[in-house]
């Protein structure tokens, strides 16, 4: 009888828990982080109720069923009543699915509009670098025979291609609020992985493929940018940040870079 008991309180606890949203995410900084919270706690309620309800029958049977000395006996079951949750069970986990999809094809299916601004970002063990294109609006070639590190030319933009002379290089990424961004998303060695908890975003970069991936943040902030993929001894150090900027300040950020070119 204790254990049935312990079963109602340990549901009641977790339950409350989850409602008081203690430990939760973030607050979202797009539309598609409102869109993805919205489908989550829709999942979790759904999920809730129904471990709510698992959990006191699992206690009522406990009690109910408790060994009283009697004779144990044995049930065949009802294939119906089997038939009947398995049915509702697999109905209710591709419901949830399809509500999902639209969400995360908007992401990964959508092309991001023509006006997006585009942004390479390269990952390397361990450490993040960002380029935009200067006031012509074109990226330089690069040459993987001029990377530089130590002398701030991580992407390898060639000397000799005008284009690339007023290219923007940055190890942090800023971006105007309210604005499309469109990120060509590149890795010199391993794996990488761009996560930003407040977008509700992340994405696997691999060696050797060009990866778009677009996103709009709404709200003014600066979040954390680390990496979320195991890449080596030193993968605890490669973060940066997101600046979410007014379009005025990020316009007169961009213009202090290309002053120092």
Known sequence: MLLGVIVWILTVVICYFFLGHYWWFPP?????????????????WVTGVIFFLAQI???????RFRDKGGTAKYSHGNNMMEALWTS????????????????????????????????????????????????????GRTDIKQ????????????????AGKDDIT???IKVPAGKPILLILKSRDVIHNFFVRELRLKQDIV??????????????????????????LGHHQMRTTLEVMSEANFEKWKQEQAAQK
């Not at 979202?28 to 979790?44: C, K, R, V, W």
């Not at 029958?57 to 009690?63: D, E, F, K, P």
């Not at 591709?94 to 509009?113: D, K, N, S």
Request: include cysteine.
């Open 28 to 44: 979202p900084i797009s539309e598609h982080g409102q869109a993805y919270d919205a489908q989550f706690n829709a999942t979790l």
């Open 57 to 63: 029958a699992l206690g009522y049977v406990i009690i």
């Open 88 to 139: 509702a069970t697999a109905l209710l986990f591709i419901g949830l699915v399809l509500a999902g999809t639209r969400i995360w094809a908007a992401v990964h299916f959508a092309e991001a509009p023509a006006d997006a601004l585009r942004i390479e970002v390269l990952g390397k063990q361990f450490a993040w670098s960002f380029r935009y294109p200067g006031p012509d609006g074109k990226f």
């Open 147 to 162: 990377i530089n590190d130590q002398g701030g030319n991580s992407f390898g933009i060639d000397e000799k291609d005008p």
């Open 170 to 172: 940055s190890a942090s």
């Open 207 to 232: 060696p050797g493929m060009e990866i778009p991936f677009h996103f709009q943040a709404d709200k003014i902030g600066v979040y954390e940018v680390p990496c979320s993929e195991l890449c080596g």
